[in-house]
């Protein structure tokens, strides 16, 4: 007999259990000959030597997939073993360097292109990254799945996603219901990245106890955002004023994602956009990042590229 004794005091046990302990019991299954002892951060292994050697190498590398990507739900770990080869975890959709963390359902968000897998690099490596391209890069997608997984990582202990509430061609006055119900539709594509990685119901109870916050940029004045990741959205839709703003609420252990289309300004003719000139005079601050993404980062339907190609052409001339 020989024993494993492996430390996981670096992850939430949680990850790695699952709900009513199903990760553990689909580990179990398959190593029916190693007993697994859990006791505070540490999992004991036990039994004949090549079984427990094996059985410890698997489950290092889940660990090490829950420190890149969070949550690990029973379906994924039940394709993890079903995906094996040589007795490692060596499948390449699981292990590649461009996962980001695993969302609802099971749904695997990753870095998509080079310049999407340079955002996750550099929100690793500065506390302000300013994100900017075309529509369609996944440039808001990106920086909220690297909110969600600090929040599940307990990097930080609320995300705030803001916008500001530009009338792009549309009158809010002229839509129905509160002021709340008038903003929401401009701030539904956050809506729609959080529900691919998080499930509904938990997402919702995120939100009522204010752990998620997503509110018009507005909102932001005079608070200071404190252990936070905070994702400013469309930021070329805000004049210099209110970007100066948004960046003066940072707080202690605080992270920032800007993202903007600096080729969509909404803003009315006579105000300048604040985002180009924010990137300007910050580029040679450490701790500020600017990643710049275009066409061949297009990650929505093929004739997108052709699209913003032609737009790009059309003012050339």
Known sequence: MTEAIIDIENI???????????????????????????????????????????????LLSIIHLIEKGGYIPA????????????????????????????????????????????????????????????????KTYTAVALAVKALKNKLVKKIILTRPAIEAGE??????????????????????ALEDMIPIEKLASLMSNKVIEVAPLAYMRGRTLDNAFIILDEAQNTNDLQLKMFLTRIGANAKAIITGDPTQNDLPYNQKSGLDKAIH????????????LTEEDVVRHKLVKQIIKAYQNSQKT
Request: aromatic share 6%.
């Open 12 to 58: 939430n046990p949680v990850d790695l259990f699952g709900s009513n302990n199903s990760n553990i019991e689909i580990f179990k299954k398959h190593f029916p000959l190693v007993k697994v002892l859990i006791r505070g951060s540490t999992i004991k292994l036990s039994g004949l030597e090549e079984q427990v050697k094996e059985a410890k190498a698997k």
């Open 75 to 138: 379906s994924i770990m039940e394709d993890l073993f079903h995906h094996e080869s040589n007795n490692s975890l060596t499948h390449s959709a699981f292990t590649d360097e461009t996962i980001i963390l695993f969302g609802t359902n099971g749904k695997i968000i990753r870095s998509r292109t080079v310049n999407q897998k340079k955002m996750v690099d550099s929100s690793e490596k500065n506390d302000i990254v300013f994100a900017t391209g075309p529509a369609g890069t996944g």
């Open 171 to 192: 009158n809010l006055g002229f839509l129905p219901g509160d002021l709340k119900e008038k903003i929401d539709p401009y701030l539904r594509p956050l809506y729609d």
């Open 281 to 292: 005079i910050l580029q040679s601050i450490e701790g500020i990042a600017h990643v710049v």
